[in-house]
Each structure stands twice: as C-alpha cells, then as structure tokens.
C-alpha cells in the first residue's frame, strides 16, 4: 500500500483535503443540515430522523467530532452535539478563499 505525501503540500491544503474527507459522505451532510435546522443541540433522534443505526450515527458523529465543526456535551445518558460555530465560520472562510478563486480562462483549454 502508498504512502500518502502530505508534508509536500501546504498545511492549508491538508486541512481543506481533510474536512473534504469528512463532508464527503452523505450521512454526514444531513447530520450536520439537521443540527442546523433545529437550531439546538441534537441527540438521539438522528437515528430516526436518517433511518440509520445507532453504530453508524455514532461513527459519522465521532468523524465529525474529530474535525472540530461538531461539538457535544454528555448530560446524564444522552450525548447532545451542536455545531461549533467558531469552526464553522473558519471552515467557510476557507472554502470561500478556495472557491471564489478567479478560474477566467484566457483561452479554450
């Protein structure tokens, strides 16, 4: 198996790739659009809210968790997670630096 050669790119490349990684499942996308649709912390009713099981919620959750853009508190037996929103705006800081790059082509490629 490769290695992967990340010290040859920039850490703000690595970051981007990474978090790429991470929204890049589906799950993942509508965990997080459901945290901010109910503009609250969130618990035990993503499971019947994405019709997963609990196992693979919990996994996406820990992925999410892990790249900071999720954070949780344990209150009794439930765990509640919210968007951690000093994350939030980072990450949409640089995928706004990254996509509102000038791609004018000067001429047919």
């Not at 109910?38 to 892990?66: F, M």
């Not at 765990?79 to 509102?100: D, P, R």
Request: with cysteine.
């Amino acid at each position: 198996m490769g290695v992967t050669k990340t010290d040859i790119y920039t850490e703000e490349q690595n970051k981007l790739a990474s978090l790429l990684k991470v929204l890049g499942h589906p799950a993942r996308i509508a965990i997080l659009q459901h945290i901010i649709n109910q503009k609250a912390c969130i618990g035990n009713d993503l499971v019947e809210e994405l019709g997963l099981a609990q196992a693979t919620i919990s996994q996406h959750l820990k992925e999410l968790k892990n790249i900071g853009i999720i954070k949780g508190s344990i209150e009794g037996k439930s765990v509640c997670y919210c968007i951690n929103e000093t994350t939030w705006k980072q990450f949409q800081n640089e995928f706004n630096l990254f996509f509102n790059q000038d791609v004018t082509i000067k001429q047919c490629c």
